[in-house]
């Protein structure tokens, strides 16, 4: 799909301002105050390359990392940092290879789940978070588990926004890129492609949706947009090969979850085609703090039922970070 210049320019600025197509304007609930806060956009050198991040709130306050997934970006985030910062520091980075992040070529940057952990985990060290509850979805579940594991100190709490870490989560979605890990050969890579298609891109924002209306059209013609720069669909089969890698540590990220038993929140959205709900009972059995809760929406759910998945992340978060809970 063609997409001029003057739109993706568009879009990248409106993206940069967290902006909504949406012509519906918000109505203030007990989670959103007067002024909402602000959010700044910064890039930082990590491991020389750069990474952009938004931020928001108070650096004082608890923190908490905003981990995005694929095959999006910090953007994902925009509405819902807004709604966390008055009483939390928000911090999204955008994963090397996504969205504003420097996106340096495969023969010098290693395109792993193990790499981009790393890379994450310096960016905290970077930016001094010290401790802080993490934001997890799709890509970023494995990226933030590995902080977690290697780690646990220094997490406070655990949202998980259909990030998955249990086979039995693993929907037939799934069973082309697992063809891939089983066969690793260039028929099978060459099939992934369709996944990297505008039209398969919006096709994960939409499915599963009740109402496809409420979903930004800004955002997956934003990501098709940066997938469309020479050299990002080479890196994206990249990870979906090594994501095999993720499946692998599975038993290590359960452990961690049972020996640890973090706060851990799972908000679902229980129509997604590639993460099963299963995956998100599956937290349950591993950790006693554990609690979950399904939106009828697809894989995306802020972007549909981003006010009450918000509220819900509020409140979790007063009860486990805030000591003792502040009353509005």
């Known amino acids: 799909m063609f997409i001029s210049r003057f739109v993706t320019s568009a879009l990248v600025t409106m993206a940069m301002l967290g902006g909504s197509l949406s012509a519906t304007p918000a109505k203030a609930d007990a989670s959103t105050s007067a002024a909402a806060p602000r959010v700044s956009f910064h890039y930082v050198e990590v491991q020389g390359i750069k990474l952009f991040y938004r931020e928001a709130g108070d650096p004082k306050a608890p923190a908490i990392l905003l981990l995005h997934g694929y095959p999006t970006s910090s953007h994902m985030y925009r509405d819902l940092i807004p709604l966390l910062a008055d009483r939390y520091h928000v911090i999204a980075p955008d994963l090397p290879g996504f969205g504003f992040s420097d996106m340096p070529d495969r023969k010098q940057y290693s395109y792993t789940f193990e790499h981009l952990a790393s890379t994450i985990d310096a960016f905290t060290d970077t930016i001094g978070l010290k401790r802080y509850a993490i934001q997890v979805f799709d890509y970023g579940a494995p990226v933030g588990w590995r902080l977690a594991v290697a780690h646990p100190e220094r997490i406070t709490a655990i949202v998980s926004q259909n990030g998955n870490a249990y086979e039995e989560g693993l929907s037939t979605g799934w069973n082309p890129i697992q063809k891939y890990w089983k066969e690793p050969t260039q028929a099978n890579r060459e099939a992934l492609r369709e996944f990297l298609k505008p039209e398969s891109i919006k096709w994960q924002y939409t499915h599963g949706t009740a109402d496809e209306t409420l979903v930004a059209p ?104 805030l000591q003792p809970p502040q009353q509005k």
């Open 218 to 321: 800004e955002s997956y013609t934003l990501d098709s947009a940066l997938f469309a720069r020479p050299g990002s669909d080479e890196i994206q089969l990249d990870l979906m090969l090594d994501y095999a890698s993720n499946v692998a540590l599975y038993p290590t990220f359960q452990a961690y979850f049972r020996k640890q038993h973090p706060p851990l929140l799972a908000v679902w959205g229980k129509n997604d085609p590639f993460f099963l709900p299963a995956g998100a009972e599956a937290f349950k059995r591993d950790n006693p703090r554990a609690e979950v809760h399904f939106y009828n929406t697809g894989h995306f759910a802020l972007e549909t039922n981003g006010r009450e998945i918000g509220a819900e992340i509020h409140r979790f978060l007063d009860r486990y970070l």
